[in-house]
């Protein structure tokens, strides 16, 4: 049975239940395009009227864009109706010289300066910006966002997790205790961060982004297998691999937020190929794929407009036979153990 958006499933050893599928509000921030704001706003009002129920943003989306749009339209909701996660690690500044900024790789979004700090005082500073941001006065979980290698130059990672383990887990862990937030994780982009970032500290969930999708399980065997044994719960960031399973194979598509390799192409064009004799939409196998998974809680695609909402819900409630998953694997398109929907390995 495909999943329903009423399906809650619980976060580690926590009280959360988050539901199982979100709305990842990254693209408000204009990282591909530009957004215009009643395109925002109509948008998030498409899937609060569909039923969705959680949403998750970050100060890095726009650099505040997102989490300004996200809360602008969330503040006039009842706040006991939804749930609300954002990210720590960035505080945000205004630039020295604000008219030649570079914004990017946004397009749009807000001339803000980003710094790192994953110390005591940079987290809570992060939490603190956030809620003025979203106007709203509580968060109910925390993402300790991007500590990984490729966002940081090697003295300077060294010195942020050493900040974070000395004093920045202090910081989430007080504000769990007050009752402040209900729980806290940390955001990952790659297997070797799940594995070897992640694990350094005690978390109730991860943030996956890539290293688990159609396209990919380079983390089913050690990372997931490790946040199975600590009892995280994992979140799916990045469903469609941040564009090219729910695009389709073709032109200017995108992999890892940057332009689809040929060899990602040629293994999106071959998944097709086996979506195409099982009548088999490809957004659709995408999200069930990783929510079949038994340490994932919830997955979080997102949208820049209405009808994308409407589109992935179809994909979450369409049925798919259990021929199609024993195919994918019969063709060694996914992994022979990956967990799917027909609950057959």
Request: include cysteine; charged fraction near 20%; glycine fraction near 8%.
């Amino acid at each position: 049975m495909a999943p329903r958006l009423s399906d809650r499933r619980r976060i580690g050893e926590t009280g959360l239940e988050l539901p199982v599928f979100g709305f990842g509000a990254a693209h408000l921030g204009e990282l591909y395009a530009r957004v215009e704001e009643s395109r925002s706003h109509a948008t998030l009002q498409s899937a609060w009227d569909a039923g969705i129920r959680y949403f998750d943003t970050a100060p890095w989306y726009g650099r505040g864009l997102s989490e300004h749009r996200l809360g602008g339209f969330l503040r006039t909701q009842p706040r006991d109706q939804f749930l609300l996660t954002t990210k720590v690690g960035r505080t945000l500044k205004r630039p020295a010289n604000p008219a030649q900024f570079d914004r990017s790789p946004w397009v749009g979004g807000l001339n803000f300066e980003v710094v790192f700090d994953y110390s005591y005082d940079g987290i809570m500073r992060s939490y603190e910006q956030a809620m003025q941001r979203l106007a709203i006065d509580t968060i109910d979980a925390l993402v300790i966002h991007d500590l990984e290698a490729a966002y940081h130059a090697p003295d300077a990672f060294a010195a942020h997790q050493r900040d974070l383990v000395a004093s920045g887990m202090k910081a989430l862990e007080e504000l769990k205790a007050a009752g402040d937030i209900k729980a806290y994780g940390m955001g990952v982009n790659t297997s070797e961060a799940l594995e070897k970032v992640a694990s350094q500290v005690q978390l109730d969930f991860a943030l996956v982004a890539m290293p688990y999708t159609l396209l990919d399980q380079s983390s089913l065997y050690a990372g997931l297998k490790t946040c199975i044994d600590n009892k995280t719960s994992v979140i799916i960031g990045a469903p469609f691999a941040s564009g090219i399973l729910v695009t389709g194979s073709g032109a200017d598509t995108k992999y890892g937020y940057d332009n689809a390799p040929a060899a990602i192409q040629q293994k999106v064009r071959d998944i097709e190929a086996v979506c195409a004799d099982h009548s088999v939409g490809l957004p659709a196998a995408a999200l069930q794929f990783v929510l079949a998974h038994p340490a994932v809680a919830a997955v979080i695609p997102g949208a820049a407009r209405p009808e994308e909402v409407t589109q992935n819900i179809a994909s979450l409630q369409a049925q798919i036979p259990s021929a199609f998953w024993a195919d994918l694997k019969a063709k060694s398109l996914i992994d022979p153990q990956a967990p799917t929907p027909s609950g057959s390995n």
